[in-house]
Each structure stands twice: as structure tokens, then as C-alpha cells.
């Protein structure tokens, strides 16, 4: 007699078992647009992605807006920036991240935060300083140019 049942133990995935927290994971090593609170999507590379790309975002976030539209939503404003070090800095730029410079009585540059608190090792501190874009603009078609051909020596 034979059986209808397979007998044959069921074949697991290979690799980890899928994660509970995929987001959190992958946000955790990517580097591009993300810090520890926000992920940025840049408009004009988002308006560039393949159209089928382009539906799928859309209802992503169409469900996630109608999801959260609860919530008191602030405009935030985002800013290019790169990270500098403190030392690096002129004056300007020492302003916009809250710091000043000045000579103590015996001629060291001292750095402080706009508080007055002495950074120390201020050599090894980095801080984001905001910059020109350097991301590709969308151009007509929505499409990001193209990369520059590779240099010829």
C-alpha cells in the first residue's frame, strides 16, 4: 500500500531566519542617506527610478501616509551636509554648528560650544557642515543624467 504523505522531512529556507525587524537591520549598515533617526530618499533620484520601482513607492507610501496622518506631522527641512572636523572649520562654519574659536592667554586655539563649554580634543571631534548637493538633479523625462564616461589616461 502506498502512501499519499511525503515522507521526505520539508526543506528549510538556507541562511538566517527571516528577520522580525528587516527595516531596523538594513537601515543598521546602510550608510546612504540614513542616520540614527531619519532615512532621506533623494526627490530626484526617487522621480528617476523605473517606473515599476516608481508604483511600488507610491503605494508604500501612500500606505504609510494614510497610516500615520494621525500624527502632527513638522515640515522638515533637509540639508546636504558632509562631516568635517572640528579644526577644519572656518569661522562661518564654526558659527552654523554652534562652536567658536578663540586664543587663550597663552596662545592656544581654544574651541567652545555656543554655551561656553570647552571641547576637548577638538582635532578628533567631527561635525556635519551643510554643502552644495553634489546627488544628480532629475532632468527632462525624469531621468537622472547619465555618469560621466569613465577617464581615458
Not at 533620484?45 to 507610501?61: H, I, K, R, T, Y
Not at 567652545?112 to 580634543?121: H, L, Q, V
Request: proline share 14%; aromatic share 8%; charged share 20%.
Amino acid at each position: 500500500m502506498s502512501s499519499t504523505y511525503n515522507s521526505d522531512p520539508i526543506q528549510r529556507p538556507a541562511g538566517p531566519p527571516a528577520s522580525s525587524t528587516p527595516i531596523a537591520d538594513y537601515l543598521a549598515n546602510a550608510r546612504l542617506g540614513v542616520d540614527p533617526n531619519y532615512v532621506t530618499v533623494p526627490r530626484g533620484l526617487a522621480e528617476s527610478m523605473p517606473l515599476a520601482w516608481q508604483q511600488q513607492f507610491v503605494n508604500l507610501m501612500a500606505e504609510f501616509h494614510q497610516t500615520f496622518a494621525h500624527l502632527p506631522w513638522p515640515v522638515y527641512r533637509v540639508v546636504p551636509s558632509r562631516r568635517e572636523r572640528l579644526v577644519d572649520l572656518d569661522e562661518e562654519q564654526l558659527a552654523e554648528v554652534g562652536c567658536m574659536v578663540e586664543i587663550d592667554g597663552n596662545g592656544e586655539l581654544v574651541y567652545r560650544e555656543r554655551n561656553g563649554r570647552r571641547i576637548d580634543a577638538p582635532q578628533e571631534k567631527q561635525v556635519l557642515v551643510s554643502c552644495l548637493d553634489p546627488l544628480p538633479k532629475q532632468g527632462p523625462g525624469g531621468q537622472v543624467p547619465p555618469p560621466p564616461p569613465p577617464r581615458q589616461w
